[in-house]
């Protein structure tokens, strides 16, 4: 089995079960593991950047948590 045939067999799956997948991003332990990895990101950019950035590093986690958690 080809890359392209594993690829169009995960495209079949999520349409068959996009339902499923819908409410599984949406619960309680998917926003609690992305939060738990968008901090982790922050925190890891916060020790990079200089001091200055932590504040548009802040607002860009937020925007991201919006953009695929439920909260």
């Known amino acids: 089995m080809g ?3 594993l690829v169009n067999k995960g ?3 999520f349409e068959h079960n996009k339902d ?3 409410e599984a991003l949406g619960s309680d332990e998917a926003e609690s593991i ?3 990895l ?3 990101a922050a925190d890891l950019a916060k020790k990079v950047l200089p001091d200055e950035h932590d ?3 802040d607002e860009i986690r937020d925007n991201v948590d919006k953009s695929i958690g439920k909260e």
């Open 34 to 36: 992305t939060d738990k």
């Open 11 to 13: 495209k079949e799956l």
């Open 38 to 40: 968008l901090d982790g």
């Open 3 to 5: 890359i392209d045939d």
């Open 55 to 57: 504040a548009k590093i």
């Open 20 to 22: 499923k997948v819908g």
